[in-house]
């Protein structure tokens, strides 16, 4: 299990990384090829960082006790 702090840290960058997944296909729909290409390869990029921050959020979160 993660500190308080870490788990914080995770769940803000996964959300950060969301963010920038989002953005990034905005981008890759842009009128300009170059730039849609450059997007889209950073895109596939960050679509790893975002599920690899997804996993470790889900692995290291704390089990809700049901009753």
Same mark, same amino acid.
Do not use: F, Y
């Given at each position: ?13 996964? $959300? +950060?990384?969301?963010?920038?997944? /989002?953005?990034? %296909? ?10 849609? *290409? ?6 596939? $990029? +960050?679509?790893?960082?975002?599920? /690899?921050?997804? %996993? ?10 049901? *009753?």
């Amino acid at each position: 299990m993660l500190n308080a702090n870490d788990q914080e840290k995770v769940i803000k960058s996964s $959300q +950060a990384a969301n963010l920038l997944v /989002q953005d990034l %296909r905005d981008l890759v729909k842009s009128a300009n090829p170059l730039l849609a *290409e450059m997007a889209l390869e950073i895109l596939g $990029q +960050a679509v790893q960082i975002e599920q /690899q921050l997804n %996993r470790i959020e889900s692995i290291t979160r704390p089990e809700e006790k049901t *009753e």
